[in-house]
């Protein structure tokens, strides 16, 4: 039972990140870096601390104990996932649903499983898995052997994208994906999903607030909560300063008060999207609870996103007017990067 409710949660999870830039679609008038950020202010700033208040009565209080290496190492993780979910915005908006979360995603599901084991190798811990074990354990060789299938499945969703912009016209791309460009898609999907699989660590780095709120007998299933408001403060600041600057460059301030726009509707399908978003960790982190193992809970994420996502890719016709050869391509690349997912699966299973 525990392991059902751990997957149902995932799935609720994986359908809010899959879906929360579906409301971005609805807002009219606004630069991307406008309505980005306007989003990210209710999933980074406002909606964590509101979350954490109604689920962990007293979680400021942790958070003022905690020692100031942990509160340090979750900041720093945030702020390097945060340039990770800023290039994931400028991936979708450059490749569509179907593609662009196939590529960060598959990114981010090698790398979440690779990233604390790469550090743990530099600073040994006890308790703590480094690269070397993974490589001299069976466990671990199962864990590279998923993360070398999901690169193939990234690679084949490239080709499969490159297949597109070979066979479409210009105005069927930009008709089925407003900015489609496949070279800027890719670069900044690959960034993405690698500084997007440090959201895993930093949740790693402040499980000793997870911990003392269970132990201040805190209901289990919401623990990362408290971690989640310090977290996304990193997130928060990368994404906030670099959409300054564009807003700058671009002289698009305006856009928040531009009457000319349906304002009250930008804010509110911005904030939806931002409160969608924060969703998914939010389920997240009560499916961790039930499953009880953060790599195998991170892949089985990273699953059910790629999967709604690209649902989403189907209902938008994202790859409607490609041949049957390009649609069989990226079917291929999604299957092998889900493949790869239960391949670290098993692996970490093992573990």
Same mark, same amino acid.
């Given at each position: 039972?525990?392991?059902?409710?751990?997957?149902?949660?995932?799935?609720?999870?994986?359908?809010?990140?899959?879906?929360?830039?579906?409301?971005?679609?609805?807002?009219?008038?606004?630069?991307?870096?406008?309505?980005?950020?306007?989003?990210?202010?209710?999933?980074?700033?406002?909606?964590?601390?509101?979350?954490?208040?109604?689920?962990?009565?007293?979680?400021?209080?942790?958070?003022? @104990?905690?020692?100031?290496?942990?509160?340090?190492?979750?900041?720093?993780?945030? =702020?390097?996932?945060?340039?990770?979910?800023?290039?994931?915005?400028?991936?979708?908006?450059?490749?569509?649903?179907?593609?662009?979360?196939?590529?960060?995603?598959?990114?981010?599901?090698?790398?979440?499983?690779?990233?604390?084991? =790469?550090?743990?190798?530099?600073?040994?811990?006890?308790?703590?898995?480094?690269? @070397?074990?993974?490589?001299?354990?069976?466990?671990?060789?199962?864990? %590279?052997?998923?993360? %070398?299938?999901?690169?193939?499945?990234?690679?084949?969703?490239?080709?499969?994208?490159?297949?597109?912009?070979?066979?479409?016209?210009?105005?069927?791309? &930009?008709?089925?994906?407003?900015?489609?460009?496949?070279?800027?898609?890719?670069?900044?999907?690959?960034?993405?999903?690698?500084?997007?699989?440090?959201?895993?660590?930093?949740?790693?780095?402040?499980?000793?607030?997870?911990?003392?709120?269970?132990?201040?007998?805190?209901?289990?299933?919401?623990?990362?909560?408290?971690?989640?408001? =310090?977290?996304?403060?990193?997130?928060?600041?990368?994404?906030?300063?670099?959409?300054?600057?564009?807003?700058?460059?671009? &002289?698009?301030?305006?856009?928040?008060?531009?009457?000319?726009?349906?304002?009250?509707?930008?804010?509110?399908?911005?904030?939806?999207?931002?409160?969608?978003?924060? %969703?998914?960790?939010?389920?997240?982190?009560?499916?961790?609870?039930?499953?009880?193992?953060?790599?195998?809970?991170?892949?089985?994420?990273?699953?059910?996103?790629?999967?709604?996502?690209?649902?989403?890719?189907?209902?938008?016709?994202?790859? &409607?007017? =490609?041949?049957?050869?390009?649609?069989?391509?990226?079917?291929?690349?999604?299957?092998?990067?889900?493949?790869?997912?239960?391949?670290?699966?098993?692996?970490?299973?093992? &573990?």
């Amino acid at each position: 039972m525990q392991l059902l409710l751990g997957v149902i949660f995932h799935f609720i999870g994986g359908f809010a990140s899959g879906s929360f830039y579906i409301p971005f679609k609805k807002v009219s008038g606004w630069s991307w870096e406008s309505y980005w950020i306007v989003g990210g202010v209710f999933s980074w700033l406002i909606v964590p601390p509101l979350a954490a208040w109604l689920t962990l009565p007293g979680f400021s209080e942790i958070i003022s @104990t905690t020692s100031p290496q942990v509160i340090l190492w979750t900041i720093a993780f945030g =702020v390097l996932w945060g340039m990770g979910g800023l290039t994931y915005g400028l991936g979708v908006r450059y490749l569509g649903m179907s593609l662009g979360n196939s590529v960060v995603l598959g990114f981010c599901s090698a790398f979440g499983a690779l990233v604390p084991s =790469v550090y743990y190798n530099l600073s040994p811990a006890e308790g703590k898995t480094s690269f @070397t074990d993974m490589i001299s354990s069976t466990w671990g060789q199962v864990v %590279l052997l998923g993360v %070398l299938v999901c690169l193939l499945g990234i690679y084949i969703c490239g080709r499969a994208g490159m297949m597109k912009e070979k066979e479409l016209s210009e105005a069927v791309k &930009k008709k089925s994906i407003a900015e489609f460009n496949l070279s800027k898609g890719l670069i900044v999907a690959i960034a993405s999903g690698i500084l997007s699989s440090c959201f895993n660590f930093g949740i790693e780095a402040g499980k000793p607030m997870a911990e003392m709120a269970v132990t201040n007998g805190a209901n289990p299933l919401f623990q990362n909560n408290v971690t989640y408001v =310090v977290l996304l403060c990193g997130g928060l600041a990368t994404n906030l300063i670099w959409c300054l600057i564009l807003n700058t460059r671009n &002289k698009t301030f305006g856009d928040y008060s531009n009457s000319t726009t349906p304002l009250a509707s930008n804010y509110f399908f911005a904030a939806l999207a931002g409160i969608t978003w924060f %969703l998914q960790f939010f389920f997240y982190g009560m499916g961790e609870s039930k499953l009880g193992n953060g790599a195998s809970s991170w892949i089985l994420h990273m699953a059910f996103i790629i999967i709604i996502a690209n649902v989403w890719g189907i209902i938008l016709r994202e790859w &409607k007017d =490609v041949s049957k050869k390009t649609k069989t391509t990226i079917l291929l690349g999604i299957t092998t990067i889900l493949l790869s997912v239960l391949i670290v699966g098993v692996g970490n299973s093992l &573990k």
